[in-house]
């Protein structure tokens, strides 16, 4: 999705990271290619020397705020500003049963994501269900009742115009998320709005959101503020980031305009779909994993990020090892942080690896205090004589001693392998893995 904005883009930030210094000249440097990198996605000229002002002005002759060198507060500004850019807020809609209309012009969008809002709805607990109000095409109805059949919902079709479908559904309803499509044309005209409006009249709609393919690039801006001036809308749904380089013209033109993203569309299956978050957004386009998301959840546990990120590359002494995985207990599924890890993609550690048993933990605990500090920062040097003193001052046998050194070294070659990229369910890790019971479904 957007590979290629998000390749411009990423340039831009490793431009950062090689500069020497961050003079004037620098910040320049990498602003020009901001500029290419927007102008490139469709973004209005305008819209892209106001963000280009912005940055120079925060960044040239500043003094970063404590703890950030010039270059790292470079960084997170770039990133602030682009995702201020791109949308702000995340999207959201009330999650209960309510009523959703959704509206556009031919072939924005609308039916298939009629279809996977409701797939969305299910993954949150609701019951949502279609309402088939196209009368304007002809096998309109016809492909919202295949769209509700793999989405597994309900769709209400019956009557001749669209009010009469819209009414009926609503009495028959019940706590369900009703989902009103509606037809397209080529362009906003007085019949559009009319109809549009007529609907609204009968639906009273809580949300309406508009459909905008995002190969309309900059355009977009208009066609959200002109179904805003004529029918009112309480959000945007970019369609087709997928097929497109002007997306983030799209996002861009969106973001000025009165309404807000809710969500995006990525592809045409109908779980192409997501609640639209700038901030991961960018995150994503500019590969620098969920930033945001690891300081959050290291903040919550008490552990700092760099120490989360050095277990996870595998470098960390026997005390680091033991901390991290009381740590990760807490925090849940291990993959789960490395995906938030910037530049340790889609590493995946099997389920339960780092599941170690209370009583076990209790005694590593004990089998650690026993250690001089060498033997902690070491543990490669712990041979046969020293494994025998460490064990008596812990009350532990000399197996369990192994048995942690032993699993000290294979999490840190599990970690080391997977980085490149080797599986996990075969060979001697998943023998060693299952002689100690962890789970191994990946
Ligand atoms: N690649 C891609 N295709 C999409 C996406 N969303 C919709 N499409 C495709 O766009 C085409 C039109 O989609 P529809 O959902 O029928 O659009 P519509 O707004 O209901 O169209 P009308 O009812 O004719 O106004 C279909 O071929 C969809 O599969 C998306 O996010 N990505
Ligand atoms: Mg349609």
């Keep these: 999705m957007l590979d290629k904005f998000g390749d411009s883009l990423k340039?831009?930030?490793?431009?950062?990271?090689?500069?020497?210094?961050?003079?004037?000249?620098?910040?320049?440097?990498?602003?020009?290619?901001?500029q290419r990198a927007m102008l490139q996605a469709d973004v209005d000229v305008e819209l892209v020397s106001g963000l280009s002002d912005s940055i120079k002005k925060k960044i040239i002759g500043a003094k970063p705020p404590t703890g950030l060198t010039l270059k790292e507060y470079f960084v997170k500004t770039l990133y602030d500003e682009i995702v201020e850019f791109l949308g702000k807020e995340k999207g959201e809609i009330a999650l209960k049963p309510q009523r959703v209309l959704l509206i556009g012009l031919f072939g924005s969008g609308k039916t298939s994501t009629a279809g996977k809002l409701s797939k969305w709805l299910q993954t949150k607990g609701l019951k949502p269900a279609l309402v088939a109000c196209d009368t304007h095409r002809a096998a309109a109805q016809e492909q919202l009742k295949q769209v509700g059949k793999k989405a597994k919902v309900n769709v209400y079709w019956e009557g001749k115009k669209p009010e009469d479908i819209a009414r009926n559904a609503l009495k028959k309803a019940k706590e369900e998320v009703l989902i009103f499509d509606s037809a397209g044309r080529d362009a906003l005209d007085k019949v559009l709005a009319k109809e549009l409006k007529s609907m609204g009249k009968v639906i009273k709609p809580d949300e309406v959101l508009l459909v905008i393919p995002a190969d309309l690039g900059q355009a977009a801006r208009k066609q959200a503020e002109e179904f805003n001036k004529l029918v009112g809308i309480t959000g945007i749904i970019v369609t087709k980031l997928d097929g497109t380089a002007k997306g983030g013209g799209a996002l861009a033109a969106a973001s000025v305009s009165e309404a807000e993203v809710k969500f995006i569309g990525?592809?045409?299956?109908?779980?192409?779909?997501?609640?639209?978050?700038?901030?991961?957004?960018?995150?994503?386009?500019?590969?620098y994993g969920d930033i945001q998301g690891l300081l959050e959840k290291a903040k919550e546990i008490g552990i700092k990020p760099e120490e989360a990120k050095k277990i996870l590359e595998g470098e960390f002494t026997l005390n680091e090892f033991f901390e991290q995985i009381k740590s990760m207990q807490k925090m849940g599924s291990l993959s789960k942080?490395?995906?938030?890890?910037?530049?340790?993609?889609?590493?995946?550690?099997?389920?339960?690896?780092?599941?170690?048993?209370?009583?076990?933990?209790?005694?590593?605990?004990?089998?650690?205090?026993?250690?001089?500090?060498?033997?902690?920062?070491?543990?490669?040097?712990i041979k046969a004589s020293r494994i025998k003193r460490i064990s008596k001052g812990a009350g532990v046998?000399?197996?369990?001693?192994?048995?942690?050194?032993k699993y000290y070294k294979q999490v840190k070659k599990v970690i080391k392998l997977t980085k490149g990229g080797k599986g996990l369910k075969r060979g001697p890790l998943a023998r060693f893995a299952k002689q100690f019971g962890f789970g191994m479904e990946a």
């Excluded at 046998?397 to 050194?405: F, K, P």
Aim: hydrophobic share 35%; proline share 6%; charged share 35%.
């Design 337 to 381: 942080v490395m995906d938030m890890v910037p530049g340790v993609p889609g590493l995946k550690i099997p389920k339960g690896f780092m599941d170690v048993q209370e009583e076990k933990m209790k005694k590593w605990s004990h089998i650690i205090n026993s250690m001089t500090p060498q033997e902690k920062r070491e543990p490669d040097t």
């Design 11 to 34: 340039k831009s930030f490793r431009k950062i990271a090689g500069l020497g210094v961050v003079d004037k000249e620098a910040v320049e440097l990498v602003v020009r290619d901001l």
């Design 397 to 405: 046998s000399d197996g369990d001693v192994r048995e942690l050194l």
């Design 266 to 287: 990525t592809g045409e299956g109908i779980g192409d779909f997501q609640v639209y978050d700038p901030r991961r957004f960018v995150g994503k386009l500019i590969g």
